[in-house]
């Protein structure tokens, strides 16, 4: 950290540097999105097959909550994915009423692709910095992972 940044992080005040942050996180997540490949599945659909991928095998009721919208959302682009081939159903192991869901194959594959082609993108980017710079990153990405599993 340069000498001039150590001294404006000690002089900003916790919600002056949440505003900051919370803008150039949002800034980055719109140019990652922009970098992955165009295809006939919107960001809502990858997001679904992500949370999947991430969470394992899910009720659509788990899934609606995990991507923050009503049941009747979640089932269309349930529908959309099934109709495309990546998204399967299997019965809930315990409860007759329920399925899981989980990608398919191809679901999975999707989701490779895109975060491939995201990284691809922030490479780039990151080779054109310093190694000082870099440096600062790893540390705000180590911090910023933190806080992320803090919650509340």
Same mark, same amino acid.
């Given at each position: %950290?340069?000498?001039? $940044?150590?001294? $404006?992080?000690?002089?900003?005040?916790?919600?002056?540097?949440?505003? $900051? /942050?919370?803008?150039?996180?949002?800034?980055?997540?719109?140019? @990652?999105? @922009?970098?992955?490949?165009?295809?006939?599945?919107? @960001?809502?659909?990858?997001?679904?097959?992500?949370?999947?991928?991430?969470?394992?095998?899910?009720?659509?009721?788990?899934?609606?909550?995990?991507?923050?919208?009503?049941?009747?959302? %979640?089932?269309?682009?349930?529908?959309? !994915?099934?109709?495309?081939?990546?998204? @399967?159903?299997?019965? =809930?192991?315990?409860?007759?009423?329920?399925?899981? !869901? &989980?990608?398919? &194959?191809?679901? =999975?594959?999707?989701?490779?692709?895109?975060?491939?082609?995201?990284?691809?993108? /922030?490479? *780039?980017?990151?080779?054109?910095?310093?190694?000082?710079? *870099?440096?600062?990153?790893?540390?705000?990405?180590?911090? %910023?992972?933190?806080?992320?599993?803090?919650?509340?």
């Amino acid at each position: %950290m340069t000498e001039r $940044m150590a001294v $404006m992080s000690k002089r900003i005040a916790p919600a002056a540097l949440a505003a $900051m /942050l919370g803008d150039a996180i949002s800034r980055l997540g719109r140019r @990652q999105r @922009q970098a992955r490949p165009v295809g006939e599945l919107t @960001q809502n659909q990858i997001s679904v097959l992500t949370s999947l991928e991430l969470g394992g095998a899910l009720t659509p009721r788990e899934l609606a909550d995990a991507e923050r919208v009503q049941p009747p959302t %979640m089932t269309k682009v349930l529908a959309r !994915l099934e109709e495309l081939g990546l998204l @399967q159903r299997t019965p =809930h192991p315990t409860d007759r009423r329920q399925v899981l !869901l &989980s990608a398919t &194959s191809a679901g =999975h594959d999707i989701v490779v692709e895109q975060r491939r082609a995201k990284d691809e993108w /922030l490479t *780039r980017v990151l080779t054109r910095l310093t190694p000082a710079e *870099r440096q600062i990153l790893c540390q705000a990405a180590e911090i %910023m992972s933190r806080i992320a599993r803090e919650g509340d």
